[in-house]
């Protein structure tokens, strides 16, 4: 199947510090990712959706000024959290849209665990 | 609106026991439906989807049909086994762009 990768998978950083998470998709060019947070034994959270060459669209609740995201490639997004603060950390998940006609399937990254300090 | 709605858990079974977690999806028109695995750790992994009414998607043991009538897609597995342990999240996507996920059902299997 589809590869999606992110790096790096596990970031510890000071608190003020800014953190850039990579999301690739290695096999196949993905205009629309998606970055998800996840809490320890909850659901995703949906944060924003990446749209290669155009702003991201960003869930109501989200800061666009924290959570900055680049989609400047069809095989690469980046999420950089800045000023990160120990309440951002958290597991952050990204996935890329592979489509297939008028559907599409998403291919998930491995996670990047946050531990701010 | 689109939504799943999802059995909570956690789920303990032994293993070999069946096992069945509900879904049961709210959408207008035909989505597709997915079940996708979260291991301990790890990112999700698509376990397996069904694109129209009575298709059954499977893979490594599990199923799951597409039932309209019922607006479900409840997963089964026959004999599960401790590898199985990890957060099956049930989903829906409308035209192939927007996902709606379930909140995640954790199971564990115990020898």
Same mark, same amino acid.
């Given at each position: %199947? ?58 109501? %609740? ?38 297939? %006609? ?16 | =609106? ?5 059995? +909570? =858990? ?12 509900? !879904? ?44 309209? +009538? ?19 999240? !049930? ?21």
């Amino acid at each position: %199947g589809a590869v999606v990768s992110q790096h790096p998978s596990w970031v510890i950083c000071k608190s003020g510090t800014s953190v850039k998470i990579e999301c690739r998709s290695l096999d196949f060019q993905a205009t629309t990712m998606f970055w998800y947070r996840q809490f320890p034994k909850q659901s995703l959270m949906l944060m924003a959706t990446s749209n290669e060459g155009s702003k991201a669209t960003y869930e109501q %609740g989200v800061e666009k000024d924290k959570f900055l995201i680049n989609h400047a490639s069809l095989t690469l997004s980046t999420l950089t959290v800045t000023s990160a603060h120990p309440e951002d950390s958290s597991f952050y998940i990204c996935s890329a849209l592979k489509r297939e %006609g008028i559907t599409g399937e998403l291919f998930f990254g491995e996670g990047s665990r946050l531990t701010v300090l | =609106g689109n939504s799943v709605t999802q059995m +909570e =858990g956690p789920v303990t079974l032994s293993e070999e026991a069946f096992l069945t977690i509900n !879904c049961t999806y709210t959408a207008t028109g035909y989505p597709s439906l997915f079940w996708y695995v979260q291991y301990p750790g790890e990112g999700l992994q698509l376990l397996l989807k069904a694109t129209k009414a009575d298709d059954k998607g499977s893979n490594k043991g599990f199923e799951a049909t597409y039932r309209k +009538e019922t607006t479900s897609f409840h997963l089964e597995k026959g004999s599960v086994q401790v590898s199985d342990s990890a957060v099956y999240f !049930c989903a829906l996507s409308r035209g192939g762009n927007q996902f709606y996920f379930g909140t995640g059902t954790s199971l564990t299997v115990i020898p």
